[in-house]
């Protein structure tokens, strides 16, 4: 599974403390010279006073405004508004804050305040020639990972699909994880989150990109959040499940950041921009089916990944134990309610034609994939993530 030359680009400094956001973020505003700050969140984050603290937290030694105006799966048009906002002021440090919309946001924003044009000219790989405003971010979500990727992924609405920006200048100076901060989501965001980490861990695992080091946060990630979601979930207020959730999140972004996403994101995107499915769902009732599909590809791989999520593989053959992970996982799913199949999200299966064209020309999906992607291959599985044959 090793490319012939394995990379693994990590970001410069990881900070990590459970109720400690008042010692660590004044803590790192401090290692950068700056005086104007721009925090980057979005509207239902405000109405948690997350945002106001922080904004305290900093107000005594430095100007600070907030920019709340994200959408969820923001289009690459609420990003230039975000960075017209902050060019308007010459901010020298934005902090992001929240769950994967604001922080891509933020991380766009800060290459846009220094290099010309809009968002829609760095769509692609490494189109960013400059690098961009420093940047703290603060994932309140354990889903996205964004916090530690070099990716930035945005909605064309014209288009009705997204697509990403990938560049070195995207990573994060610093990342601050608080579990604390995820405590007040509400259930079905955090399994929506949750499974979009799972996803990542996944894919990055069995990804024809992947290396010793992808591998270790992968299946650490996949174990953290394999015994932690169900209470996540259930459960809010429980530290422990909130804490071991926030870490497999990171280290799913750890892990998909070198060695990349298939075909479970490959489809997601059109599936979002088409109908749209909240990322995280549509990543959540993908999964079972390409892992199916990709089982006879990497079939000792995928019974690593049911042992990481519990199952009893002693004594099975590698396919049998293979098969236990897309079991253990569809079981997860039904016990954080997630649904099932795609009519439950009001897709019709005459939209099977354009997700499948779409998801065929997201090569940083199709590439990875551990099995050869086809338009064909593509139908197969959205017409197993229907309940009923056609």
């Known amino acids: 599974m090793l490319q012939p030359t394995s990379v693994f680009q990590p970001m410069p400094r990881i900070v990590q403390g459970t109720s400690k956001l008042a010692q660590n973020l004044p803590a790192e505003v401090a290692r950068f010279n700056a005086s104007n700050i721009l925090i980057v969140t979005d509207p239902g984050l405000i109405k948690t006073g997350i ?22 799966d923001p289009s690459v048009e609420s990003v ?10 010459g901010f020298d440090l934005i902090v992001g804050l929240g769950g994967g919309s604001p922080i891509d946001t933020a991380k766009c924003t800060s290459i846009l305040v220094t290099n010309p044009g809009k968002t829609a ?17 603060i994932p ?6 964004s916090e530690v990727t070099n990716v930035a992924v945005l909605s064309l609405k014209e288009a009705q699909t997204k697509k990403g920006i990938v560049s070195r200048y995207l990573m994060a100076d610093c990342a601050i ?14 399994a929506a989150t949750g499974m979009d980490a799972l996803t990542h861990a996944i894919e990055a695992y069995v990804s024809r990109f992947a290396q010793p080091l992808t591998d270790y946060f992968a299946l650490e990630a996949i174990r953290r959040l394999g015994r932690s979601l169900r209470t ?3 459960y809010g207020q429980n530290l422990r499940a909130r804490e071991d959730a926030l870490v497999g999140s990171l280290y799913a972004g750890l892990a998909f950041g070198s060695a990349a996403t298939g075909m479970v994101h490959g489809l997601a995107m ?13 990543n959540a009732v993908l999964l079972p089916h390409v892992m199916r599909f990709n089982l006879v590809a990497a079939t000792q791989r995928f ?7 519990g199952e009893p593989v002693e004594g099975l053959s590698v396919r049998a134990a293979a098969e236990r992970a897309i079991a253990a996982v569809e079981s997860l799913s039904q016990d954080i309610g997630i649904p099932r199949y795609l009519e439950e999200l009001d897709v019709p299966r005459s939209g099977m034609d354009d997700i499948a064209r779409d998801g065929m020309t997201n090569s940083r999906q199709v590439q990875p994939n551990p099995r050869h992607v086809t338009y064909e291959g593509l139908i197969g599985i959205l017409e197993r993530a229907f309940r009923t044959p056609a």
């Not at 490494?126 to 703290?136: A, D, H, R, S, T």
């Open 121 to 137: 000219d760095y769509l692609g790989i490494e189109k960013v020639p400059n690098p961009g405003l420093p940047k703290i971010l």
């Open 303 to 309: 019974a690593d990944i049911a042992q990481a999520l």
């Open 232 to 234: 996540a979930v259930h």
């Open 80 to 89: 230039d508004q975000c960075a017209a906002y902050a060019k308007q002021h």
């Open 51 to 72: 945002p106001a603290m922080v904004s305290e937290l900093l107000s005594n030694e430095y100007q600070v405004s907030i920019y709340s105006d994200v959408e969820s």
């Open 140 to 145: 309140t979500t354990a889903g996205t990972g």
């Open 177 to 190: 994880l608080d579990a604390a901060l995820t405590t007040g989501l509400p259930g079905h965001i955090t």
């Open 270 to 282: 059109p599936l979002g921009g088409l109908y749209n499915i909240p990322h995280g769902i549509a």
